[in-house]
């Protein structure tokens, strides 16, 4: 208010505040000045802040927001331990801007068999806090006022606010559901993209297209054609790809996780995104990277050195360490990316059987450690408040965590506004948790289904 009053007016008040006896206006003027910048503007509210305080205030068994309930690795914590008590005392100092030498260095020799290509560390690699700081680098580095960016619906939901805070336009193109006639449960494969959909969203204002494979909330494991569809279109229009894959090593049934950077012309347009969270069930480290060309990581570096400057060193450390375990014993049964897909597969088959059992149809996921359930024959005990603005899902989920005391995360929360009504009768179940409380989160499902067939 005060800086739309205009000079003169203003001028008047702050003289007239600043003089004694008028303490009480000098509140009210400062209280009538914005305080919030523009770009924060509808970004405000946040799933993970509402629903990790709903599942702290009242859950039982949490399948809500996704992290383990199971330790990380004996390996990766005893790397850790030896850095905190070990004799280079320098590890509780600064380290690299871009990245602690040791981890770019390892991190550049495993995406180089990853990806076939020669990599130098300091420039082909950056490490970030979490996946979450290489994406808002991603968009701050390479998001103007006016582009546009491609965002595949669902998707994790701070790649909206992300583009906006960055003056960009966001805009969604759907996975669409195609169930199978058969009868037989619906996959993450059964979710995709209309190729002239897809290709229709492409235009001259489209900067870059965000693709996160596999995909929270979905699971869904983008096919080789998929991605060469998504690469043909941004080679054709000269477009980015910001390339989230901080699941690339939770993929079950034998499937494969193709890297976009791998297909012809896509490296030099690509950025790649990992989450040590993710990769060694350690979410608290906030451990993250990219990897990709120095033409576009330069411009992350920039961000970076003018934001956070630095990432903790001694977690740096330990996860360099980790990755030269992996390193060593990659593809070997013995290696934690082989061993942790195999135990999170199990997992997830124990709990599609048990929300099937109770007529919660799942819908099963080809990766990530994310499961999405139809909630339909459960439906009667929550009610549909008609043009109510919270879709059905997230009142379900909310109803959910404070009569039966389980947590879960409702699918419109990776929906764009527009789009949020679309599909409200899924919830989300993270899978990654102990044989516990998986059995436990079954047994209130049970107990449920029991209550609702003898009413
Ligand atoms: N991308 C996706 C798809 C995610 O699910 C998450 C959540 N962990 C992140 C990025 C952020 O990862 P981090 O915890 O490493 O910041
Ligand atoms: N990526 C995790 C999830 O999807 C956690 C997100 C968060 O806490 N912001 O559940």
């Known amino acids: 208010m005060l800086r739309r009053a205009g000079p003169s007016l203003r001028h008047f008040l702050l003289e007239r505040n600043s003089s004694a006896g008028h303490s009480s206006c000098s509140r ?22 509402e629903f990790v305080k709903l599942a702290a205030t009242y859950s039982k068994v949490n399948l809500g927001q996704g992290f383990p309930d199971f330790p990380a690795p004996d390996f990766l914590r005893e790397a850790l331990t030896r850095a905190l008590s070990g004799g280079n005392h320098m590890l509780h100092q600064y380290t690299r801007a871009f990245g602690h030498p040791p981890l770019v260095k390892v991190l550049a020799q495993f995406f180089e068999k990853l990806l076939g290509r020669d990599l130098d560390p300091m420039t082909n690699v950056m490490v970030t806090v979490g996946a979450y700081q290489a994406l808002f680098c991603c968009f701050q ?27 960009g336009t966001p805009v ?28 229709s969203k492409f235009s001259e204002r489209t900067k870059a297209i965000v693709l996160n494979s596999p995909n929270n909330p979905l699971g869904k494991v983008f096919s080789r054609g998929e991605l060469g569809l998504i690469a ?6 000269d477009v980015l790809c910001i390339s989230d894959e901080v699941y690339e090593w939770l993929v079950y049934d034998g499937k ?105 149809k799942p819908i099963i996921p080809e990766g990530t450690y994310f499961l999405v359930a139809d909630i339909s024959p459960f439906k009667s005990d929550v009610p549909d408040v008609p043009n109510s603005d919270e879709p059905y899902d997230s009142r ?50 049970q107990k449920w289904k029991q209550e609702k067939t003898s009413s």
Not at 30 to 37: D, L, T
Not at 141 to 165: Q, R
Not at 172 to 199: C, H, I, T, Y
Not at 316 to 333: H, I, N, S, T
Request: hydrophobic share 40%; charged share 25%.
């Open 28 to 49: 009210e003027a400062k209280m009538s000045r914005p305080v919030q910048a523009r770009r924060l503007e509808g970004i405000d509210k946040n799933i993970w802040v």
């Open 396 to 445: 379900f989920a909310k109803w959910m965590v404070k009569n039966k005391g389980l947590a879960a995360i409702p699918l419109s929360a990776f929906y764009s506004e527009a789009h949020k009504n679309n599909y409200t009768n899924f919830i989300r179940f993270c899978f990654a948790k102990e044989e516990a409380t998986l059995k436990a989160a079954s047994d209130i499902l």
């Open 172 to 199: 969604f193109v759907p996975l669409r559901p195609n169930p199978p006639k058969d009868g037989k449960l619906m996959s993450s494969a059964d979710w995709q993209l209309d190729p002239a959909e897809l290709a």
């Open 232 to 237: 043909e279109l941004c080679v054709k229009h």
């Open 141 to 167: 580095a390479l998001v103007d006022e006016g582009d546009e960016v491609i965002i595949i619906e669902p998707f994790f939901d701070c790649y909206e606010p992300m583009v906006k805070m960055a003056g």
């Open 256 to 360: 494969q996780h193709i890297r976009i950077a791998s297909l012809q012309g896509m490296w030099e347009r690509t950025v790649i995104i990992g989450s040590a969270g993710k990769t060694f069930s350690a979410t608290g480290w906030k451990v993250g990277w990219v990897v990709g060309p120095d033409r576009l990581l330069q411009h992350l570096r920039t961000v970076h050195q003018n934001s956070v400057y630095h990432c903790a060193t001694i977690a740096q450390e330990a996860v360099a360490q980790g990755f030269q375990r992996e390193l060593m014993l990659y593809g070997k049964p013995e290696s934690y990316f082989v061993q942790l897909p195999k135990e999170l597969q199990q997992k997830r088959d124990w709990l599609i059987q048990s929300l099937d059992g109770v007529g919660m």
